[in-house]
Structure formats: structure tokens, C-alpha cells
């Protein structure tokens, strides 16, 4: 039997920084009541918990935990501040391990003033120093490539292209792309480098919003799937296309959104996933 397309919440995943007001133990319990199928979870929300203990709690309601967000920002510009970034890599995988999460987001970093060659080479050198502990953990590393307006102090790695180069460099089966669409959508690559994601077995993730018109804040105004003008039901159906099979992780930093309440929020997004994903 299939699921009614009109109620199938099997794939939506939703991030807990989308449902900023709440605590973990709030939003497991109201994600539970929603239907809600997945949960990454963003590692503000482990502090003073146990993640082992964080894990029992998001799995006995029922939840699956599909990543930890987020790791990354690796480039620095002295090697101090480096060896420090891939310290706390280090404490995010052993997190994501003991919280059950088979992968952990990668938000890469870059920095002012220092090329984005440089600030590549250092991303590239800091996840290969955490992949042994990556893979004594089983635990996946997803390169998020983020949109260009964020080359200058948040990731050097800003196309598919870009991440798959990467992951080419460093041809590790626990190494692979978070693919959100926010960052992507307006690549003219899109379909080629899709492809080569997929063929290359790396599509671990997928994150869903939408792009609003005009952009008010360049972090904290991203749309709800439907308020903008990504083409969601055409760039999903190209990566299931290509085999995607995963959760449908909905990611939206929306200060318009948080000052409503979290519980309409919710709904909101519920409805926005079944209408526009
Ligand atoms: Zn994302």
C-alpha cells in the first residue's frame, strides 16, 4: 500500500534551529505529534545534554536522527586557530556518534582577506585530518557548498562543482555533500553536477526553503518552501532522478517566521512540504 500523498510526512525531516523557540525535548515532542518523520538536530541544542541520552529520547519518540549540524569553518588564518577548528570537528563527530546521527554538516568557512584557494586547501586539509576518527566512528562528513554571498567569512566553497572537487581530492566513501537548495538553485551546472554527485554516491543530504524576493537579511530571511522563487518540485524531482531517496530536511532561518509561534510555524511548514516540496 502507499502512503496518501496528502498526509505523507515519511521524508520531512525538520532542523531544530527552524523551530528556534523550542528545546529539543519540545520540539521531539511536538515534531512526534505532527507527524513529523526526521530530525536534525543543531548542536546548540546538545549543550548540557548527554547526546547518547539525546538520541534514546529523539528515537523512543519515534523520530529518526538524520544529521548533526553543524561542523566545518576550518580555514584560519594562523595554525593555531586551525588545529582548533579540527579539534571541535572532532568533538562534532564523536557527538553526532554518540547521538546516533550518521552524518554531520559541514558548513566549511572562509575568512576576510585570505584567497579562496587557500581557504579551500586548508577545508580540504582539516576534513582529511578528522577522517580517521570519522571512520573508526562510521560517521559521514557532508560538505555543505554554500551560496557565493557567503564566500567572504562563511564557506570558500560556493557551487556543486566546488564541494565535488573536493570530495573528488579527498575520494572518501564517508565524504559527501549536504545539497540544499538555497545555495544552489541558481547554478546553470545544476543538472551536470547533480548527476556527478549522485553517480559519485555522495548525495547524503538534501535541505529544503526557499528564496525570498527581496532578500531582507542574508542569513535570517530565507523563505518557507512556496513564499519564493525556487523551483522545489523541479530540483526535487531531479535528484530523485538521480536516485535520492533520503529525507526531506527543511531548513528555514526566518526572523519573519520566529516572531510567530513556533506551533503555527509548524503547521506552516507541514503544509508548505506537502504543497511545494
Ligand atoms: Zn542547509
Redesign the pocket.
Known amino acids: 500500500m502507499t502512503a496518501d500523498p496528502l498526509t505523507d510526512f515519511s521524508r520531512l525531516c525538520v532542523?531544530t534551529i527552524t523551530t528556534k523557540g523550542w528545546e529539543l525535548e519540545e520540539a521531539v515532542e511536538r515534531y512526534d505529534e505532527a507527524g513529523v518523520s526526521g530530525i536534525t538536530v543543531w548542536r546548540q541544542w546538545l549543550e548540557g545534554r548527554e547526546p547518547s541520552k539525546a538520541g534514546d529520547r529523539i528515537r523512543a519518540a519515534g523520530l529518526k536522527v538524520v544529521s548533526l549540524?553543524r561542523g566545518g569553518f576550518y580555514p584560519a588564518l594562523v595554525e593555531k586557530d586551525r588545529e582548533e577548528a579540527i579539534q571541535d570537528n572532532k568533538r562534532a563527530i564523536e557527538d553526532a556518534a554518540a547521538l546516533g546521527a550518521p552524518l554531520v554538516?559541514l558548513?566549511c568557512g572562509a575568512v576576510p582577506g585570505q584567497s579562496l584557494v587557500e581557504s579551500r586547501k586548508q577545508i580540504t586539509d582539516g576534513i582529511a585530518a578528522t577522517l580517521p576518527l570519522a571512520e573508526s566512528l562510521g560517521v559521514k562528513l557532508a560538505i555543505?557548498p554554500l551560496h557565493p554571498m557567503y564566500a567572504d567569512d562563511r564557506s570558500a566553497i560556493n557551487s556543486l562543482a566546488s564541494a565535488n572537487d573536493v570530495c573528488d581530492e579527498l575520494n572518501h566513501p564517508l565524504v559527501g555533500i549536504?545539497y540544499?537548495v538555497?545555495?544552489l538553485w541558481w547554478d546553470p551546472d545544476l543538472e551536470a553536477q547533480t548527476k556527478r554527485t549522485a553517480q559519485a554516491d555522495r548525495l547524503f543530504?538534501y535541505?529544503a526553503?526557499d528564496w525570498m524576493t527581496p532578500t531582507t537579511d542574508l542569513l535570517n530571511d530565507r523563505g518557507l518552501m512556496g513564499e519564493g522563487c525556487i523551483d522545489l518540485r523541479g530540483i526535487r524531482a531531479m535528484v530523485e532522478k538521480n536516485g535520492f531517496d533520503g529525507m526531506i530536511?527543511v531548513?528555514v532561518f526566518s526572523n519573519r517566521w520566529w516572531d510567530k509561534p513556533t506551533s503555527e510555524f509548524l503547521q506552516a511548514i507541514k503544509q508548505s512540504y506537502l504543497d511545494h516540496t
Open positions: 532542523h549540524c554538516v558548513v555543505e549536504a540544499d538555497y545555495h543530504a535541505h526553503c530536511e531548513e
